[in-house]
């Protein structure tokens, strides 16, 4: 699949030509799981939306510059990456341990189970015990790997798109992946 | 069978993150696949990743599902207005911003090389002469073909008066000296 099979690859060249329609369509689509991705950097989901905002005035801002090389979403990512960073790096979040809000429907999360052979959604249904446990794990990651991290197993990148998200070589996102899956995994032995 | 030969698993653990995610190239997947069918401990191991990733991978995405009532007419409506606001950036102009450092650079450079050359020469004042920023001394006027030695004669002269302890001898140059 080259870059402009991909429809939104296709919006965003409209939104060039200054399509205002095209710039919405492509907002209305990222949006919610972008808050999602900004909420794991910053804990506050109002927080996670102004960010979002950020987002795509840089996008509309730099929409000029944008060239189609790869699936539009990876080139949204990166910004996205880069303005989640700068957050993190203004201090307000290093070392500290950021609870994400509730989920707004209360209660304990929906689960999906990756591999449907391996386990069933029940086995996988989190509490919300552990669900802050992980949320604390996650969030004590150094921020790079966290990114890595998010890409991969919650956007469902290919280490390639995290690696062109995050401006660095494939052989550094195997590492910091490698590195952030053994850490899960050993700090989160008691969490079923 | 060609790219499966058997690693060693220290060959092997570093690999097996993006062999579960499937993230490795062919021959490295083969061997590691083959690795991991004949080691126990490597093999408990991606049971132990795999279990670990499944839970990453669940969290996240309940994650993602939790942000539900994200309310993006609201979001929309709070963007639009600032959109009006927002100019694009040109393309000239971020190739503007992006070499504008480059000239001031090579300024800096030019002139810490010249400071530096200044220092090495043992003064400005025959730097200056030499670039014809200032008048040479009177002896200097008369003789031009001295000027080449000029600066090592100086420097030579201002070390044996310093290793004998005495002052150097008046620069026939300066103020004082064309006074006296």
Redesign the interface.
Known sequence: MTPTDDPDVQLMLAAQRDERGA??AL??KY???L??FA??FVGS?ARA?EL??EV??QV??????YVARARFSTWLYRIATNVCLSEVRRGEYHGRMVP?DP???SGD???????PE??TAED?L?SRE??DK?TSVLGALPAQQRAA??L???EGF??EEVAESLNCSLSAV?SL??RA??T??ER?QD?? | MFGSRSIACQDARPDLVAWVDGELQSRSARRVGAHVRDCASCSREVQALRSSIDLQRSFLRSGSDSVAAVDVDALWRRLEPRLQLTPPESRWRKAVAAWMWRPALAFAAASLALWVGVSALGGSETVLISLGLESPPPALRQEPDLFREYAIIRQLDILEHLDNGESPVPDAATPAAQQG
């Open positions: 710039f919405e907002f209305r949006a919610k799981q808050v999602g909420r794991q989901q939306e979002v905002q795509f005035l509309f801002r730099t929409r000029r510059n994400l989920p707004a429907d999360p929906p689960s999906q189970t990756a591999d391996s386990r996988l989190l552990a669900v992980i991290l998010l991969a197993r919650m290919s280490y195997k992946i490698h899956t053994l899960l995994r989160l969490v079923r």
